[in-house]
């Protein structure tokens, strides 16, 4: 399975107001075998909320695909990733984020 190809994350340098998903540790999803399959293909925003220590509390799908298999391949993938979290005044504090994925078949 081909994995999706998301928006390039934000280089973790500076830190600042949003969370940042960390190199090596935020995995772009798989391609759903079955959607993959059907042809399906489309976009999915996930927005997730990270606490002080770079850990995904909640994450949720603002903007559907149109495929349940691709959306959920995009909430699973974000949910196991780590970030560097927000930062207030040099201190790590929760924050947030919405992050595209695009699905597209390989031609």
């Keep these: 399975a081909a994995p999706a190809n998301p928006a390039a994350p934000p280089a973790a340098a500076a830190p600042g107001d949003r969370p940042v998903p960390l ?6 999803p798989s391609y759903p075998p079955a959607a993959l399959r059907r042809g399906e293909s489309g976009t999915v925003v996930v927005r997730v909320e990270v ?13 559907r695909s149109g495929s349940r ?4 391949a ?28 695009d699905f597209q078949p390989a031609q």
Excluded at 51 to 63: V, Y
């Design 69 to 72: 298999d691709l959306d959920r």
């Design 51 to 63: 606490d002080a220590s770079g850990t995904p509390l909640d994450a949720r799908i603002i903007q």
């Design 74 to 101: 995009a909430l699973e993938a974000v949910r196991g990733w780590r970030f560097q979290p927000a930062q207030s005044n040099g201190q790590p504090m929760a924050g947030s984020l919405e992050i595209p994925f």
């Design 23 to 28: 190199p090596g540790q935020s995995p772009p």
